[in-house]
């Protein structure tokens, strides 16, 4: 029998989902939360197999109760109902330690089946949720730093690893010295690097120059 403790501070809520919660063959509603405080008070005492938590609620966030509860009790498992998918609300509760993050959209017996699922062992998301996290990596992402060179940059900068001089850049590109020697330049400055040298190691580092 799967235990649960739900925490919601909209009676409405809770009664509907205990309900068919209860309805279920497996499952067993072991207490009921209307705030923060209380979710972390019942799930320490009850230690269900599962625990319900709303993400806005009064007194404590249920990221901020999650948070808690992990921290004295790390098996918890712990699944995020809310309506909410604002960058405030999904990351912290998801940071604070739960293991599935559902929308109150979803229906009742989709509920029930990320339930039974989340005890096994899997971590449900909604798609929606997937979606932000992955925007999220991408733009924590850190961006390469050759990257940041221009075409005309990269070119010098292949050409410095040919062993070419200075003037010999600007023969081949058809520049002046000059201009060759500001784009040099401006290649260690974007590399981070302290020398023609150490951008020449840069490039075959990085697979620029095979």
Do not use: C
């Amino acid at each position: 029998m799967i235990t649960i403790v739900i925490a919601d501070d909209h009676e409405m809520v809770r009664i509907g989902i205990s309900a068919y919660l209860n309805a279920q063959p497996d499952m067993t509603i072991v207490g009921e939360a209307t705030n923060g405080e209380e979710a972390i008070t019942l799930a320490l005492t009850h230690k269900p197999d599962i625990i319900l938590m709303d993400n806005v609620m009064p007194k404590l966030t249920g990221a901020e109760a999650t948070e808690q509860i992990i921290a004295k009790w790390p098996e918890a498992k712990i699944m995020m109902i809310t309506s909410f998918l604002d960058d405030d609300k999904v990351y912290p509760a998801l940071e604070a330690g739960a293991v599935s993050y559902l929308l109150k959209t979803s229906n009742a017996k989709h509920i029930a089946e990320a339930i039974r699922k989340t005890v096994q062992g899997e971590m449900i998301v909604e798609p929606e949720v997937t979606h932000k996290m992955m925007s999220r990596m991408r733009s924590q992402q850190v961006t390469p730093l050759h990257e940041q060179l221009t075409e005309r940059e990269h070119e010098v900068l292949l050409l410095m690893a040919d062993g070419l001089t200075n003037q010999a850049i600007a023969d081949e590109l058809f520049i002046a010295l000059k201009t060759v020697k500001t784009h040099v330049s401006n290649i260690l400055a974007k590399l981070e690097v302290q020398d023609r040298t150490q951008a020449v190691v840069y490039a075959f580092q990085h697979q620029l120059k095979q």
